[in-house]
């Protein structure tokens, strides 16, 4: 199982910078001395020198640094200075002064040559405006090159808070980022220009452990009191009923996806409530097929949405749905019907039972009167309101799943691929986490479990010569019944 990692924001890891200021050996040394061992490690073999681009700020002093100490070891790094001297933060200028005292030069721009690394310190997480001029060159001219690029904290030109690429942005094969995770190396354009992401804490994890109060990746261990072998006695009924409710014409296989997930995913029963009405899933005959209404007093939770339409049907079924007091999972055209309701968004809030939504940027939008361009611009804020504004715990799904709580605790999933990018694999998340609520996880768990194993059933898949391209909702399926059945096994 992998272990969790915080998720730092700007401001957090400023405190922890100021906190530190006086460390020996400073935080600029010891971040240059992690960049310089994985440089190393990857100019191993080769007889072509290191390029290093440093910036105008305290992210050029790290990468002076590693000039520095990959000088020391025998190297001969020819390193770009873009900015001025005499503009340069106290710590970056005693680390340019340290690279000029050992014979080091400087080139104004990236010159001819043939290079076995590219180190990427032009700028780090302050950034916060479209990179123009000789920087934007820059970094174009960093893209064109033939060998592996690293990029030191972030590469230049991504937003730390969000990770929307600004205007242009390096595209690194590894970044080497500095005492956490921050937000936008793993969501939205992040985890195309980073590569391979991998954190140096800097001698800082104590300190890390009291003030990790940000985010949180997601990983079994955030549920793992959960991952219970099942009792040998104990029956169907000791493992809760699901049901779905959509499928509306020309849409079951929506309904179905979620009802067959939720079924492999171990609920007792699944009734799979339709507007389109079936006699028999063919390909999964266990699954109970009723008309949609029967389902409410069937059901011990309910999701509603996959393939529901936006019908006076669908709307009728929505309504009565929220006002149970089940477990409730908010899906799709679910989603659509309450955007377009708003009446509904305050009883929704005002439920006393959990409540799950599981928006794309699309429905995001629309729940929040805005569009899917403005939630993208601060995936975590928009989920967070939502979260804030329906009281209910949310996913926002995409590039970097972002989950919110109530509480106020929120995480960004690492696991999964491209290949989700397809029809009907939303009907399998709603199934996943409604299973695991109808076994009575509680909801933030259940949603955290979901959200990764799914995720991690589409690695399985990738992993397995299936996709990303190409690759169907169908078969998320049993790779997610075997990887819960792993978990618990190996807990």
């Known amino acids: 199982m992998h272990n969790l990692q915080p998720i730092l924001r700007g401001a957090s890891l400023r405190d922890i910078e100021r906190r530190h200021n006086n460390v020996q050996p400073p935080l600029m040394e010891r971040a240059g001395a992690a960049a310089a061992d994985l440089a190393g490690q990857l100019l191993a073999g080769s007889a072509k020198p290191p390029l290093i681009v440093a910036g105008p700020g305290n992210n050029g002093g790290d990468a002076l640094v590693v000039a520095r100490l990959l000088k020391q070891k025998g190297l001969q790094p020819v390193v770009v200075f873009a900015g001025t001297v005499e503009k ?191 006699a028999v899933d063919p390909l999964q005959p266990e699954l109970m097929l009723r008309a949609a209404d029967e389902v409410f007093a069937l059901a011990t939770c309910l999701a509603v949405g996959p393939g529901l339409g936006q019908s006076a049907a669908a709307l009728a079924l929505l309504r009565r749905a929220i006002d149970t007091d089940l477990p409730l999972l908010l899906d799709a055209d679910a989603l659509n019907l309450l955007a377009a309701h708003p009446v509904l968004a305050g009883i929704v809030a005002r439920r006393t039972s959990p409540t799950v939504l599981t928006p794309h940027p699309a429905e995001a939008g629309r729940l929040l009167a805005s569009d899917a361009d403005a939630v993208q611009a601060d995936r975590i804020a928009a989920t967070q309101e939502l979260t804030r504004r329906f009281n209910a715990a949310t996913v926002l799904k995409g590039c970097g799943s972002i989950v919110a709580l109530p509480d106020g605790r929120w995480f960004i999933n690492t696991s999964g691929n491209p290949g989700l990018a397809s029809a009907g694999t939303g009907d399998v998340l709603s199934g996943l986490a409604v299973a695991l609520l109808a076994q009575g996880w509680p909801v933030a768990e259940a949603l955290l479990a979901a959200v990764h194993l799914h995720g991690a059933a589409a690695d399985a898949c990738v992993a397995a010569g299936i996709g990303p391209i190409g690759l169907t909702a169908e078969e998320l399926i049993a790779p997610s019944r075997r990887l819960l059945n792993d978990w618990i096994a190996t807990r």
């Open 88 to 278: 340069l933060p106290a710590d970056a200028r005693a680390a340019h002064d340290a690279w000029i005292a050992c014979s080091g030069t400087l080139h104004p721009d990236i010159p001819p040559g043939d290079y076995g690394l590219a180190v990427d310190g032009l700028f780090g997480i302050g950034i916060a405006r479209p990179l123009e001029g000789r920087y934007a060159a820059l970094v174009a001219r960093i893209n064109e090159l033939r060998c592996p690029v690293l990029a030191l904290d972030i590469p230049s030109g991504l937003d730390s808070e969000t990770g929307r690429a600004m205007g242009v942005a390096v595209n690194a094969m590894h970044t080497a980022t500095f005492i956490a995770l921050k937000p936008g190396l793993l969501t939205l354009d992040g985890p195309d220009h980073c590569g391979d992401v991998s954190v140096h804490d800097l001698g800082l994890s104590v300190e890390l452990s009291v003030a990790m109060t940000d985010g949180c990746t997601i990983a079994p261990p955030l549920f793992a009191k959960h991952l219970q072998a099942r009792r040998k006695n104990s029956h169907k009924g000791s493992n809760g009923s699901a049901g779905i409710l959509g499928g509306a014409p020309g849409m079951a296989g929506a309904a179905l996806l979620a009802g067959r997930a939720a079924l492999q995913l171990g609920a007792g029963r699944v009734y799979v409530g339709m507007l389109e009405r079936l």
